[in-house]
């Protein structure tokens, strides 16, 4: 069993930078990858970025070059650093753990509950 938990979300302005952390439990995080999915009002959980067990990444294109994934198993926590921030990135943000990384949400078996990241014009 695994339980994630996001922090780091908030309203920052355009051009500005936020942290996202994905902390989770389990002594086997570091044998999943690790998702992170958005969602704003009245669209689909679309993917943003993902990393492997073995540290591959993989990004939307709609952020490649602005966010960047990242994991520290040690501290069992997963890392979305999102730079250049625009205000089309405004959802709630979550991360999921699963198999592989994929770009549809079904496989993933874990989630967070998610955090917010307004971002204003």
């Known amino acids: 069993q695994v339980q994630l938990v996001e922090s780091g979300g908030g309203l920052v302005q355009a051009g500005g930078s936020l942290r996202l952390s994905c902390a989770a439990s389990?002594?086997?995080?570091?044998?999943?990858?690790v998702g992170w999915f958005r969602q704003a009002p009245g669209k689909e959980r679309e993917f943003v970025a993902g990393i492997s067990s073995g540290g591959s990444t993989y990004y939307a294109e709609s952020v490649k070059g602005r966010f960047t994934i990242s994991r520290d198993n040690a501290k069992n926590t997963v890392y979305l650093q999102m730079n250049s921030l625009k205000p089309e990135d405004t959802a709630v943000y979550y991360c999921?753990?699963?198999?592989?990384?994929?770009?549809?949400?079904?496989?993933?078996?874990?989630w967070g509950q998610g955090t917010q990241v307004t971002v204003s014009s």
């Open positions: 999921s753990a699963g198999i592989m990384v994929v770009t549809t949400a079904t496989p993933y078996r874990y």
């Open positions: 389990g002594r086997t995080f570091s044998s999943y990858a």
